[in-house]
Every structure is written in structure tokens, then in C-alpha cells.
């Protein structure tokens, strides 16, 4: 692979390979822009089947961290770390005390915490070695869950969607499917039934299903169900690239809204979701809760001020509906030009010379 022309493809500035000899910590972060602040993204770990795969996905995932800073108006640029390891067997203490100490050379450059395959316990081992670590449980001085938040975006979000499909954002008596009753799908069932909407979910892991159906009147499909279902609203909670070329063509929805990471398979299929006539919420718009709350502790983490920032979603989005149908391109292309926008023109003003 020639990494210097993947990074000069995308525009990425840094891409760290960190080895440790005693662990066998094999960790790259990959750096895509910091104009309009330090770099900010999870770490990742999962047993890639080669390097490559595992720079890919670093260079891939910190470009959306830029994206969805550049949108949620925080001022931090896109990071992340992945690790080349299994979750299950290959985690220790040291491994992740060695993490934060190739962290901390990077002097507050990249602030780093959780994502697939990491949880809390690891980047309290992580702080021991460096503060650059968000996301840390209450009880550390962090923000704590961050999925709380990320539903009730995601919840703001499919009204703003509701309000630019159907004239009102009222979710009373529309039909939502749901995929994925995890840490955040649980939480939206919640709000979206408080609002009186008709629920059809789904998931593969049956205890949450039997959970949920005991909490709630829902409908239960089974997984390869869902994307058939006659609704109004389909909301993926689950995996990336759930829209694709086999579940495009039977979605009977007019709306897809939800917290999944990187729900395009292929930027193509956005278009088709646009030439289907289904409004499509740009995932790392309505998802940027969890990204709100941990960006907010760089002030003394409020929750009552960063629950009212992740409700700007809402505007943000019908923002983007508008500009998208005024000039009738689908709105996930739309915001890619607003987020270049802003890092450019902050840039700019960024080069003016204000003393030492
Ligand atoms: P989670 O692992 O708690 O929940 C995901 C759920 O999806 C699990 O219950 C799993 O069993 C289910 N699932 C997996 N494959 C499925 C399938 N084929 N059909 C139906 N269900 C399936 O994860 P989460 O924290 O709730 O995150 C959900 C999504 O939102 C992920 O894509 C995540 O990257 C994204 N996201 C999460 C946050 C956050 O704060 N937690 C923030 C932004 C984005």
C-alpha cells in the first residue's frame, strides 16, 4: 500500500505506528486535521485480518471525526486510534498503561477514549498515563456514558426529520422500525415511545428484545426483517453500512434516522436513498451527542449545557434539509460542504497574527 498517497487522497496530517516491546501493543493513530483544534476520536480495537485494513480504518475514521466536529461546532479536529488485537484475549493493563504513554507524547495534540472493542475500565488504565483521555466514568472526573446523550440526539434528529417530511415534528402515531436495542437504541425505544410513536424493533441479541418487549408495547420482527417493514421512519442503531444495494430497493420508509456509524456502505447509495425519495439524516450529524458531551468537558463538563447543545441538532439539521433541497442535492452531500466550510474559513481567520 502506499500510505503517503492514501493520506494525501483524503488531506490526513499524521499517521503514528506505535509498537511496545513489552506488551506487544501494536497501535496506530491516525491524525486527519487539526485547524480547528487538537485531534479527537476513540480507539478502536478488533482483530484486523491484515495492516493494511487496520490503517485503512484508522485514516477512514478520523476523517469522520473531522466531519463531525466540524458539524457538532466544537472546536477539535479528527482523530483515532486503532489497535491491532482481539478484545476478547489481548487486553491487559500494561497494554493500555503503554497506550497512554504514546498517547501523551503527542503533548495534548490527540485526545483519545473509547469505541468498538474499548470500554471504561481500559482508559482508566489509559489516564494513569496521560490527561488526554475523554469520555472517563463519573467517578474519574469524565462525563461518564455517553449513549444517554446520543439517543436523545438521535431522538431530536428523526423530529427535525418528521418536521421536513411531514410538516410537523409530533412523532405521535408515526410508525418507527428500530435495529439495534443496545446501549443506544434502549434509550430511544424510551424516548420515542414517551412521544406516542408506534414501535416495531429488532435485534440479535434476544435478551435485549425480551427486555424491551417487557417494557414497552412494541412490535418484534426478526433482524433480516427490518428493512421491509412498512414505516414511516427506519432507525438504524446497530452496524455501518446497513444501506446498501440489497437493503436500498426494500425499505418502505420515508425517513432513515438513526445513531449507526457510517450507515452508507458506498456514498452512492446515499444517492439512491435521495432519488428514492427517502430523507436520509447524515449519521454523523444525528449521532454527534456522545462527540457534545465529551468535547464539553474541555469546560468543566455541564450536563444541562451539553444536553442543550446535542438539542441543536434539531436546527442543525433542518438547516441542512434546506439548503439541500434549494439546491437538490441529497443532504449528505449538502453538510460535507458545510463542515469544509467552516474549517476553511476558521482557518483563515486562524492566520491572522495575534502576538506571541
Ligand atoms: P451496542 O453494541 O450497545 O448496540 C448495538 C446493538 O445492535 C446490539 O444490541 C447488537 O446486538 C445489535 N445488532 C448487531 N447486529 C445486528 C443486526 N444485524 N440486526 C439487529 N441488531 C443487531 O452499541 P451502541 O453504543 O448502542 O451503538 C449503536 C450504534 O451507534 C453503533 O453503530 C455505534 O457506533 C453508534 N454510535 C454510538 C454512540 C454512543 O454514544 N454509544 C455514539 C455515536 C454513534
Given amino acids: 500500500m502506499k500510505i503517503f498517497d492514501e ?6 496530517e499524521q499517521l503514528i505506528f506505535n509498537y511496545d516491546r513489552t506488551t506487544g501493543l501494536k497501535a496506530i493513530i491516525a491524525i486527519h486535521d487539526t485547524t480547528l483544534g487538537p485531534a479527537l476520536g476513540g480507539c478502536r480495537m478488533w482483530n484486523y ?15 469522520g471525526m473531522t466531519y463531525k466536529c466540524g458539524i457538532s461546532g466544537v472546536d ?11 478484545p476478547q484475549r489481548g487486553k491487559s493493563e500494561e497494554l493500555f498503561r503503554a ?10 495534540r490527540y485526545y483519545t477514549g473509547t469505541d468498538v472493542g474499548t470500554t471504561y475500565d481500559d482508559f482508566v488504565y489509559v489516564s494513569r498515563e496521560t490527561s488526554s483521555v475523554v469520555g472517563l466514568p463519573e467517578e474519574y ?7 444517554i446523550i446520543t439517543a436523545f440526539g438521535v431522538w431530536k434528529g428523526i423530529k427535525a426529520c418528521a418536521r421536513t417530511v411531514f410538516g410537523s415534528d409530533s412523532l405521535s402515531g408515526l410508525t418507527i422500525a428500530i435495529q439495534g436495542l443496545g446501549k443506544v437504541g434502549g434509550h430511544l425505544v424510551e424516548l420515542l415511545h414517551q412521544e406516542g410513536a408506534e414501535l416495531v424493533v429488532t435485534d440479535i441479541n434476544e435478551e435485549y428484545v425480551r427486555d424491551i418487549k417487557e417494557r414497552y408495547p ?37 425517513i432513515v434516522a438513526g445513531a449507526a456509524n457510517n450507515q452508507l456502505k458506498e456514498p452512492r447509495h446515499g444517492d439512491m436513498l435521495f432519488e428514492k425519495g427517502v430523507l436520509y439524516a447524515p449519521d454523523y450529524v444525528i449521532n454527534a451527542g456522545g462527540l457534545i458531551q465529551v468535547a464539553d468537558e474541555f469546560d468543566g463538563y455541564s450536563k ?8 441543536g441538532i434539531y436546527d442543525t439539521l433542518i438547516k441542512i434539509f434546506a439548503i439541500a433541497r434549494h439546491r437538490n442535492i441529497p443532504p449528505f452531500r449538502a453538510v460535507d460542504e458545510i463542515v469544509e466550510r467552516r474549517i476553511s474559513r476558521i482557518g483563515d481567520i486562524r492566520g491572522m497574527y495575534v502576538g506571541e
Fill in 76 to 86: 477539535f479536529g479528527g482523530g483515532k486510534t486503532v489497535i491491532i488485537g482481539d
Fill in 218 to 254: 412494541v412490535h418484534v420482527v426478526a433482524p433480516e426483517e427490518i428493512f421491509g417493514v412498512s414505516c414511516d421512519i427506519f432507525s438504524p442503531n446497530a452496524l455501518g453500512a446497513v444501506l446498501n444495494d440489497e437493503t436500498i430497493p426494500r425499505l418502505k420508509c420515508k
Fill in 7 to 12: 493520506m494525501a487522497k483524503n488531506g490526513h
Fill in 99 to 108: 497506550l497512554g504513554r504514546f498517547v501523551e507524547t503527542l503533548g495534548g
Fill in 49 to 63: 485480518s491484515s495492516e493494511e485494513e487496520a490503517v485503512i480504518d484508522a485514516l477512514r475514521l478520523s476523517r
Fill in 141 to 147: 472526573g469524565g462525563s461518564g456514558n455517553s449513549s
Fill in 304 to 311: 444541562d449545557r451539553a444536553f442543550k447543545k446535542a438539542a
